[in-house]
């Protein structure tokens, strides 16, 4: 499975962004897809996640109400809509896929393939 994630950028307190994974080489729909962060010096952490039938999405309550995950089975992307951005928000976003049911959808190492990493700046 090949990700390939897009739509990073420098934005303004306040501003907003579309971020998009490309998913292929398997069958999109097979998988659970999640958004992780990594800021400078911190670990990565979990952002947001859908489940390979859409149904069911979680949040890190640092983003709750203002980040929204979906997904697009006729274009095998995930999107993650961010609004009301921080600086804090400011990090290397990835996108990620796993299996369903093994571990749940803010588990970091239940994700076995993982895209490049789009940069989100925010500035104050």
């Known amino acids: 499975v090949q990700l390939q994630a897009s739509g990073g950028g420098l934005v303004q307190a306040g501003g907003s962004l579309r971020l998009s994974c490309v998913v292929s080489g398997r069958t999109f729909s097979d998988y659970d897809m999640g958004w992780f962060r990594q800021a400078p010096g911190k670990e990565r952490e979990f952002v947001a996640g859908?489940?390979?039938?859409?149904?069911?999405?979680n949040y890190a309550d640092s983003v709750k109400g203002r980040f929204a995950i979906s997904r697009d089975s006729a274009k095998n992307t995930v999107y993650l809509e961010i609004n009301s951005l921080k600086p804090e928000d400011t990090a290397v976003y990835y996108c990620?896929?796993?299996?369903?049911?093994?571990?749940?959808?803010?588990?970091?190492?239940?994700?076995?393939?993982w895209g490049q990493g789009t940069q989100v700046t925010v500035s104050s």
């Open positions: 990620a896929a796993k299996r369903p049911g093994l571990t749940t959808l803010a588990s970091r190492t239940g994700y076995n393939y």
């Open positions: 859908v489940t390979w039938t859409g149904r069911t999405t």
